[in-house]
């Protein structure tokens, strides 16, 4: 049986590890160089840099501070936010990471999905999908969101997803819009939905304030990987209170 993975969370912007609620009221959470190192220290079974700054303000991903984590982490390390084409794919995984996320790109350009994954294999792409609740076409559903959330597209995210596996994305980091930062649960319908749906990994994100949200989110949610990243930023919870906590409920962990 495949184990669960606990993924922490690092949203960067101007150098620094941010948290905030639905992608707004942004807060300090430390240095990103440190806080990966610790979260590979604690058993992370992987590690995910968001620069969410890099879209909205029409800037590269800050390839130093990749270059610095990938120094010091040994698990897999996956990279977003501001890449906008191949050769930006190409320079952070030559920059030490292992799998580059797209969300903004992906939308305005789905065949770099294809180009991608030929050229770096599908396991190196992971399509980045901000998901808010919204009524398309009169009916209820999820909107893709893209610019680091800031921007509704109109496009319904189920659809969205099938469409970008067929084009060789080969993981699913999916948030939920609405729930992220609330700390109230992920939004598990839509993680079921989308697991359901498409054949590739599902990793939930968005919405963790407990324990048990990490585990609904594999249960209920059906989601491969769960990851948070206020309850760790800030040490309300460890990576090895989660896996133990999963090991106890039956849910098969790396520990």
Not at 31 to 60: C, H, M
Not at 101 to 123: C, E, R, W, Y
Not at 132 to 138: F, I, W
Not at 199 to 218: F, K, N, W
Request: hydrophobic share 40%.
């Amino acid at each position: 049986m495949l184990t669960k993975r606990i993924i922490p969370c690092l949203d960067v912007t101007e150098g620094r590890v941010v948290k905030g609620t639905s992608f707004t009221n942004l807060r300090d959470a430390g240095d990103p160089v440190e806080l990966a190192s610790f979260y590979y220290k604690e058993g992370a079974d992987e590690l995910v840099f968001l620069d969410i700054g890099a879209t909205p303000e029409g800037r590269d991903t800050m390839v130093h501070v990749v270059e610095k984590v990938a120094r010091q982490v040994f698990v897999p390390l996956c990279v977003g936010g501001g890449l906008r084409s191949l050769e930006d794919m190409r320079r952070m995984l030559q920059a030490g990471a292992d799998k580059v996320s797209v969300n903004t790109a992906a939308v305005q350009d789905p065949h770099m999905l294809k180009q991608g994954s030929d050229i770096f294999g599908s396991q190196c792409i992971v399509l980045a999908v901000d998901a808010k609740r919204s009524a398309l076409s009169g009916k209820p559903g999820w909107e893709v969101c893209t610019h680091g959330g800031r921007q509704p597209t109109g496009i319904n995210a189920l659809d969205w997803i099938k469409t970008a596996v067929g084009l060789g994305a080969g993981e699913i980091l999916l948030t939920s819009w609405d729930a992220d930062g609330h700390r109230a649960g992920y939004d598990n319908e839509l993680n079921r939905r989308v697991n359901e749906l498409v054949s590739v990994p599902v990793i939930a994100s968005g919405g963790a304030g407990s324990l048990e949200h990490l585990y609904e989110a594999v249960t209920k949610g059906k989601a491969d990987a769960v990851l948070a990243a206020s309850i760790f930023h800030y040490n309300e919870f460890s990576i090895t209170e989660v896996k133990e906590y999963f090991a106890r409920k039956g849910i098969p962990v790396r520990m």
